[in-house]
């Protein structure tokens, strides 16, 4: 093979590894947060692929006209997307949560923007969210993400993704504990208000001249927070366990997914 030829094969493959890097930073955790700008997440995929390349396994590219090219990179971008959005949906737990708290608690209607996504979220919900990214951290949770980036192109080599027909099978397994993982992460403090109602309830009836509701909120509000921090230790091992879980279901996705 001339020179030339060879110098082609590799550059492709470079820009085919970039799109899938790209794609997977553009909305993972931490690295798809749109504080970051869009020209260092490029940059940083482009150093990141440049790092990663000598280590990939070398496929044939069918490359021959523009169409097989344009169907090649949205393959890539596919492969990338997915194993981003697979990533991000732990965090989706953490916003249920805190929607669930915050109609408990009163703060459903003080929303303030989230940087990350740019969406309206409660001041819960922004704890949350800054909570998770700090376990997410902590946990190593950004290292299996580059892992699992890293597996998937020996996984799904570049020009190989086909989706399975067990995949939406297999999407809806990843994903179906979140709502069960939102209610453990929200229980205690759910506990806590229901029993807090319950006893404005008794009150009252003990002693009708008490405005419940003036009393009730501030008291539900401070019994809430004190129970968040309470409560971090089980959102600690609830999280570190779903995420563990959530890459190894990934792990499992990518393998059937060529």
């Avoid at 496929?59 to 997915?82: D, F, H, M, S, Y």
């Avoid at 008291?219 to 995420?243: A, P």
Wanted: proline share 5%.
């Amino acid at each position: 093979m001339e020179l030339s030829a060879i110098l082609i094969h590799k550059m492709a493959a470079y820009l085919l590894a970039l799109v899938r890097v790209t794609a997977v930073f553009l909305v993972a955790p931490l690295f798809g947060s749109r504080q970051i700008p869009p020209a260092a997440k490029i940059g940083f995929s482009a150093i990141f692929t440049f790092i990663l390349f000598p280590f990939l396994k070398d496929v044939a590219l069918p490359l021959n006209t523009p169409w097989v090219l344009a169907l090649t990179v949205a393959r890539e971008l596919l492969v990338g997307l997915i194993i981003g959005f697979i990533a991000l949906f732990i965090f989706f737990a953490f916003q249920m949560a805190a929607q669930i708290l915050d109609m408990q608690m009163g703060f459903i209607l003080g929303s303030v923007i989230e940087p990350g996504t740019g969406s309206q979220e409660s001041l819960i919900g922004r704890y949350q969210h800054i909570l998770a990214l700090l376990i997410f951290l902590a946990i190593n949770g950004h290292l299996w993400l580059v892992r699992a980036l890293r597996d998937s192109f020996h996984l799904i080599p570049a020009g190989s993704f086909t989706l399975p027909p067990a995949f939406m099978e297999d999407l809806l397994k990843a994903t179906s504990g979140l709502f069960v993982t939102a209610l453990m992460l929200a229980s205690p403090t759910l506990v806590a208000l229901f029993l807090t109602d319950l006893g404005m309830a008794l009150l009252s009836r003990a002693i009708p001249q008490i405005n419940v509701f003036i009393v009730g909120f501030p008291m539900k509000i401070l019994i809430g927070i004190y129970i968040l921090g309470l409560s971090l230790g089980l959102v600690l091992s609830v999280f570190s366990e779903r995420v563990q879980q959530g890459f190894a279901a990934l792990l499992g996705i990518m393998g059937r997914m060529h």
